[in-house]
């Protein structure tokens, strides 16, 4: 079955600093990956997506490449704010499915 | 426009009742999922609704069911609620297509506690 590993929290860093969450999924088809976050008392929100290998998403600053040959979707950010404290989700859909298998979530908190 | 809505916000129950929540979907969006989430499981897909139709089902007992009505409006219910169930629930609608080619958009969730 298909399966999310995310790396755990919670990630605590400073303003202005650099950012990585790791991703790396199982599959048994060729998935399309997402990431979502979800900010304290609300819902999730997309983040960014990539439906083939090699393609980055790219939204808000945030950015992640589609590795098909180490499976991963590694989500990164150049100079984090304190607006982006928040739990982070890596997500996958198989091709032409409508189902999301989600990983645990990271935490990120970002102080002044 | 406005977002996907969930009713209630907040519910509390104690075992053995029975839970309906609500999720009015964003107008011209005709697919509803619904997830599960707990601090010990994480999200977990319970069921997705398409025209009115389960298109999708997640690996939850029969205790868990929904349906979706001819405006995209979608209910779940809970039979014989267990203290396992307290979580959030969150609701997810879309147009309906290719997942990778659309957005998706989350409620604000239901938060069920049971007592």
């Known amino acids: 079955g298909n399966s999310v590993t995310q790396m755990e929290g919670p990630v605590t860093l400073s303003e202005e600093a650099f950012l990585t969450i790791n991703c790396t999924y199982t599959a048994t088809g060729y998935p399309s990956l997402f990431w979502y976050v979800q900010y304290p008392g609300e819902g999730l929100q997309l983040l960014l997506k990539a439906t083939k290998a090699d393609d980055k998403g790219s939204n808000k600053g945030f950015e992640a490449t589609y590795r098909k040959e180490t499976t991963s979707f590694h989500l990164e950010k150049g100079s984090v704010q304190v607006s982006d404290s928040a739990v982070y989700f890596c997500?996958?859909?198989?091709?032409?499915?409508?189902?999301?298998?989600f990983g645990k979530g990271t935490m990120l908190l970002v102080s002044p | 426009k406005a977002g996907v809505t969930q009713t209630p916000r907040y519910l509390i129950k104690t075992r053995g009742q029975q839970v309906t929540l609500s999720c009015s979907p964003i107008?011209?969006?005709?697919?509803v999922s619904w997830y599960q989430q707990t601090p010990g499981q994480g999200l977990q897909f319970l069921f997705e609704?398409?025209?009115?139709?389960?298109?999708n089902k997640g690996n939850f007992p029969g205790r868990f069911s929904g349906r979706q009505f001819s405006n995209s409006r979608s209910e779940m219910n809970v039979s014989t609620l267990e203290l396992g169930d307290s979580a959030l629930y969150l609701c997810a609608s879309y147009r309906g297509g290719q997942l990778e080619k659309e957005t998706q958009y989350f409620g604000p969730g239901t938060r069920l506690l049971v007592l």
């Open positions: 107008s011209g969006h005709r697919s």
């Open positions: 997500a996958l859909s198989d091709r032409g499915y409508s189902t999301l298998t």
């Open positions: 609704y398409f025209s009115e139709t389960q298109r």
